[in-house]
């Protein structure tokens, strides 16, 4: 356990690098949290632990009792990545996502991802899409129900039935899980552009009705906010083709799932892209989180240096914000991985060899940050 500098408040924080490039970005993420602590009137207490890969290798098992332990004492949990094709043949119980991640998500209640797609103007050129939908940039924020759904639901599993394997996942919503989903939502929306887009199935999908309707009673309570439905095959491609004319997404687990890589990739890069998956509140609209980039743990890039951290460090600034309420400091965060990027430092995942970029490695661009806060 380690310590930054001295002061009244001291939060404490979970730190789970993980596998891959975890620990990489991790650091570099800490290095940044470090320096902010330092020039403001809190400070952090640091609880490293195993967690997924990193801990199979060593404990059997991807989420270790002790590495419970210390999230529970925590104020939040910061999260790296986990998995790889190291441990993909084994049991699905004991592979890194199914036995650390998921887990984790609902022993904490994380019923709430908040996922921000931003494209900032200077990295419009790194988008996939036609240069027309995303000039300017964009600002995009998936609310993803994160408990329910077929991820959760029972009956499920692999049986015989007339002499072949079956697969069986239930897809099951109660009215109140996607209410409180909702509020989420609006409540983020109301901070923003004050609209939403409920994305659903209700043309072929029980839940979906269900959905649609209970959207629509939540949105009674939030006047300002003008609310449109999308099926969610129709809501890919709007994506796609007008990212800019949305504001806040609202989905529930398997489509919010798909649509946050959607828009991720959107964007230019999942090296970009924070994410905070949050739980019960706090009070004065803080809640216990978890906080993590939205890419996986890349395991062919690992350990060579050049891994973008601007999710990882991005994903503490959504934690001082959410959990800790510390928003001078998550703002001086954010501006100082915006500037950089605005000033031509590149990871390779967003370099395109212009003019104006530097292609640099995972701590230079740490470095870079630091110079800028």
């Not at 690098?17 to 620990?23: E, K, N, R, S, T």
């Not at 949050?278 to 890039?301: T, V």
Request: overall charge negative; charged content about 25%; hydrophobic content about 40%.
């Amino acid at each position: 356990m380690t310590d930054s500098q001295n002061s009244s408040k001291i939060y404490r924080i979970a730190v789970l690098a993980g596998d891959g490039i975890g620990p990489e970005v991790m650091s570099e993420a800490v290095r940044v949290l470090d320096k902010v602590s330092a020039d403001s009137d809190f400070s952090v207490s640091y609880d490293e632990r195993l967690v997924g890969g990193a801990a199979l290798d060593v404990t059997q098992v991807p989420l270790p009792p002790d590495t419970l332990a210390a999230c529970e004492a925590a104020d939040a949990i910061l999260f790296g990545s986990v998995g790889g094709p190291k441990w993909e043949s084994l049991p699905p119980d004991l592979q890194p996502e199914r036995g650390a991640l998921l887990p984790l998500r609902k022993h904490f209640g994380l019923f709430a991802n908040l996922r921000p797609s931003v494209c900032f103007p200077s990295l419009t050129h790194a988008s996939p899409v036609k240069q027309s939908a995303v000039e300017g940039g964009f600002n995009v924020l998936c609310v993803r129900e994160l408990t329910g759904g077929l991820y959760f639901g029972t009956p499920k599993g692999i049986e015989i039935r007339d002499g072949e394997e079956v697969a069986i996942d239930t897809m099951v919503y109660s009215k109140s899980e996607i209410a409180r989903i909702a509020h989420v939502a609006f409540t983020a929306a109301m901070g923003r552009g004050k609209k939403l887009t409920s994305i659903d199935k209700a043309n072929v999908l029980q839940n979906g009705i269900l959905w649609r309707r209970t959207v629509e009673e939540v949105a009674k309570d939030y006047p300002e906010v003008e609310l449109k439905h999308l099926y969610v095959d129709n809501a890919a491609m709007q994506l796609i083709v007008r990212p800019k004319d949305f504001d806040v997404v609202l989905a529930e687990n398997l489509f919010g799932d798909i649509l946050s890589d959607e828009m991720a990739m959107i964007a230019g890069s999942l090296g970009m892209l924070a994410s905070a998956s949050l739980g019960a509140g706090k009070g004065d609209g803080l809640y216990f989180g978890m906080y993590e980039p939205s890419g996986g743990s890349a395991p062919d890039i690992a350990g060579q240096g050049i891994a973008n951290p601007s999710a990882q460090i991005l994903s503490v600034a959504m934690m001082l914000r959410y959990s800790f309420g510390e928003h001078a400091a998550a703002d001086r965060i954010e501006g100082a991985v915006r500037k950089a990027i605005d000033e031509g430092f590149r990871t390779g995942d967003i370099f395109r060899g212009r003019e104006a970029e530097t292609k640099v490695g995972t701590v230079a661009f740490g470095d870079a940050v630091l110079e800028r806060l």
